[in-house]
């Protein structure tokens, strides 16, 4: 199954309390993938939560389509954005050339392992050639859940690498940084941007 329903759930019941958030965005990541696209471009956000990263791509002049797994965030980022924004789980994704860009912020770190490069390949599928897609995970050796009961793929670098060539992405760089997250402990982040 490519999501983890324990998962999905946590972000339905919290969905009020990450639309309520009302933290100053590190913007560095996002600046560099949308320096990657032409002006205007046509972005497909995954998981887009309560719709912050959308909301900054939508003033910048991008034709952004904010997407998340679960209605409940997808209503709140709806109601902070004022545009429609569609329930989309990962694995329902299928199109094929539609976008110039993809953003898929720490949300792709859901994705059971298994499931992981078929996922890759339907992003790489829905973007056009020379398309940028970035994604961010946590992490670590082996798959496991959090204190929140949600599920992580905790990849190592190496692990993505063959993942996203497995599933034909052949352009990527990958950067490691420490952060911390939703539970505020110290985290490894791994930063992927991939060129299709």
């Not at 590190?26 to 887009?48: K, M, N, T, Y």
């Not at 924004?85 to 976008?99: K, R």
């Not at 993809?102 to 490069?117: E, K």
């Not at 050796?141 to 996203?164: M, T």
Request: net charge negative; glycine share 8%.
């Amino acid at each position: 199954m490519p999501q983890d329903d324990r998962t999905l759930s946590f972000y339905e019941q919290q969905a009020p309390a990450y639309a309520s958030r009302n933290e100053n965005a590190d913007s560095r990541h996002l600046d560099a993938f949308l320096a990657l696209l032409p002006p205007g471009a046509v972005i497909l956000e995954l998981g887009c939560g309560a719709g912050r990263d959308s909301e900054i791509m939508l003033s910048r002049g991008y034709a952004v389509r904010p997407t998340d797994g679960t209605p409940e965030m997808a209503e709140a980022a709806e109601r902070r954005l004022g545009i429609p924004v569609e329930t989309l789980l990962f694995a329902e994704l299928d199109e094929t050339g539609t976008c110039d860009g993809i953003w898929a912020n720490a949300c792709l770190l859901h994705v059971p392992r298994a499931s992981l490069p078929g996922i890759l390949a339907r992003i790489h599928a829905a973007l056009k050639k020379d398309g940028a897609f970035y994604a961010s995970f946590k992490a670590g050796d082996k798959e496991g859940r959090d204190q929140f009961d949600r599920y992580y793929n905790y990849p190592s670098e190496r692990s993505l690498r063959e993942w996203y060539a497995a599933s034909g992405w052949a352009d990527l760089a990958i950067t490691t940084e420490l952060g911390s997250g939703y539970d505020r402990k110290p985290t490894q982040w791994l930063h992927v941007t991939a060129i299709k």
